[in-house]
């Protein structure tokens, strides 16, 4: 690979992909310029940079609860820190709760490596009976109706996988509104979502 910089400050993940588009190697690069630049290595081969921010990560906040905060792009947070921690500490509660997150339902995205889904997942086992016991439903904010209609199917493979419902409305008093129908546990079978 071509030596592309020699500032280890800051560095951004650039993938190597080849002249047939497959992604050969991953390596680091310190540059810090705008409009992510491709660069060319001395063989060819083209890099591309890979978006993840390391000062980016998942934020509760349950200064509300049982209404709770969470915001999967979360600038300032501890990337090295458990995602799950604060999580934990939420499950030890014992005590009834609703997700609530306004970031709309394409801004959480993040490409998960491997080792991350299969911690997700086993943290998931781990504590599969307290999110069903404790955890009324995880809503998510959406203004776009095609993207609500689009998550309807996503939404049960969510909960088969974390074991409460995910609900999506349009607005925040909506959410509000369902998140304290939930918790006083009335019925929400008729709720648009």
């Known amino acids: 690979m071509a030596n592309l910089c020699n500032d280890v400050q ?9 002249h047939a588009g497959r992604s050969a190697h991953q390596g680091h690069c310190a540059a810090d310029l705008e409009g992510y630049p491709i660069f060319m290595t001395r063989w060819g081969c083209q890099l591309f940079p890979v978006v993840r921010r390391r000062s980016v990560g998942m934020l509760i906040d349950a200064s509300k609860f049982p209404l709770v905060w969470m915001r999967l792009n979360a600038p300032g947070t501890d990337p090295t820190a458990s995602p799950f ?40 086992k781990r504590h599969n009976s307290e999110l069903r016991a404790f955890v009324k439903a995880g809503i998510y904010i959406e203004p776009n109706t095609a993207k609500r209609l689009a998550a309807k199917a996503f939404a049960r493979v969510y909960q088969k996988f974390w074991g409460y419902p995910m609900l999506t409305v349009a607005t925040k008093d909506e959410a509000l509104v369902l998140a304290r129908m939930l918790l006083l546990g009335e019925q929400t079978d008729a709720w648009p979502h």
């Open 10 to 18: 800051s560095f951004r993940r650039y993938r190597v992909i080849d």
């Open 85 to 124: 921690a604060e999580f934990e500490l939420l499950l030890a509660r014992k005590e009834l709760f609703v997700l609530l997150n306004d970031e709309g339902l394409d801004k959480g995205e993040h490409e998960h490596s491997p080792e991350e889904r299969k911690q997700t997942s086993l943290w998931m």
